[in-house]
Nanobody, 119 residues
Framework: QVQLVENGGGLVQAGGSLRLSCAAS????????LGWYRQAPGKRRELVAI???????DYADSMKGRFTISRDNAKNTLYLEMNSLKPEDTAVYYC?????????????WGQGTQVTVSS
């Protein structure tokens, strides 16, 4: 089992910045990738960014150049630096972990943290 706890959400004006963090605990040695997803009211959950155990990153097109995902393996912590925020970035942001154990894949989610961008 992997537990994920997010922090760092809040209210920010358009053009501002926020930094989210996600602390992983439990069987963190099984984690192969960590990522951020978000879900706005009335919309489907969507990928924001993901980083694998080798440090390779991938971003949704609308986040490229504005958001930066990173991980501190020593602290088992994932980060998302968000700059030039727009009102359409308003959503609940979820931390995600992909883990493998006995060749079986497991998906874990945090409880989510609200990000609200005012215009």
């Amino acid at each position: 089992q992997v537990q994920l706890v997010e922090n760092g959400g809040g209210l920010v004006q358009a053009g501002g910045s926020l930094r989210l963090s996600c602390a992983a605990s439990g069987s963190t040695f099984t984690i192969t990738a960590l990522g951020w997803y978000r879900q706005a009211p009335g919309k489907r959950r969507e990928l924001v960014a993901i980083i694998n155990s080798g440090g390779r990153t991938d971003y949704a097109d609308s986040m490229k150049g504005r958001f930066t995902i990173s991980r501190d393996n020593a602290k088992n912590t994932l980060y998302l630096e968000m700059n030039s925020l727009k009102p359409e970035d308003t959503a609940v942001y979820y931390c995600y972990a992909e883990a493998y154990r006995s060749a079986r894949r497991y998906d874990y989610w945090g409880q989510g943290t609200q990000v609200t961008v005012s215009s």
